[in-house]
Every structure is written in C-alpha cells, then in structure tokens.
C-alpha cells in the first residue's frame, strides 16, 4: 500500500501559477503510475492528468494541455502538477492517485488516493 499526500495549493489570481506536489511513502513508488484529479463545489471528480511508472509518458484532459504539466521524480517519490496561466474554472480541490496499471483516466480505476489540496483562482 502506498500513502500520499498533496501540497502546494493556495489562492492565486488568474494568469498565475502554482506546483503541486504529492509525496508518496509506503511502497516503491516507482511500481506506480500517477495521476491528478480535481473536484470543484456540486460536481463530479474529474480526471486532470497522469504520468507512467517511469515518467516517460504524460496525459492530459484536453481542458488544461498547454497549461499545466506533470512530472515526476522517482528518487524523491514525488509527483507533481504545475499550473500555469490559471484560469477561475480551475478552482477545485486537486487529489493525486496512484495505481500499478498505466494510462488510467477514470478516477474509479485509481486504488490509492491523497487528501487532497485546495486551489482557488481569482478573477
């Protein structure tokens, strides 16, 4: 079992920038693909990006392709999302997820989940 935590929200204006990062500790965190989800007030989760085992592959929704970009690094078992030119519609609490399997867009395929981490963009 593998246990996360996110961190590095806040409240930025729109146009700015945050990094999240999601720290991983119980397992080998290299034997797990990766992805962020966020969820904003009354709606449902929603898949944001993942990356693979090895990091060599990246995806994205297409809402946020050109924006924001994830990366890893396997020595620190760290995750991250940068945000760039934030937009109001991507306030929401952002989750990180791990699972074994690569390539998952569907936050009921992700067996390990974070706490979660609040980002609010103003207008």
């Known amino acids: 079992q593998v246990q996360l935590v996110e961190s590095g929200g806040g409240l930025v204006q729109a146009g700015g920038s945050l990094r999240l990062s999601c720290a991983a500790s119980?397992?080998?965190?290299?034997?797990?693909?990766m992805g962020w989800f966020r969820q904003a007030p009354g709606k449902e989760r929603e898949y944001v990006a993942a990356i693979s085992r090895s990091g060599s592959n990246t995806y994205y929704t297409n809402s946020v392709k050109g924006r924001f970009t994830i990366s890893r690094d396997n020595a620190k078992n760290t995750v991250y999302l940068q945000m760039n030119s934030l937009k109001p519609e991507d306030t929401a609490v952002y989750f990180c997820a791990a699972d074994f399997s690569d390539g998952l867009s569907s936050s009921n395929e992700y067996a390990y989940w974070g706490q979660g981490t609040q980002v609010t963009v103003s207008s």
């Open positions: 119980g397992r080998t965190f290299s034997w797990y693909a």
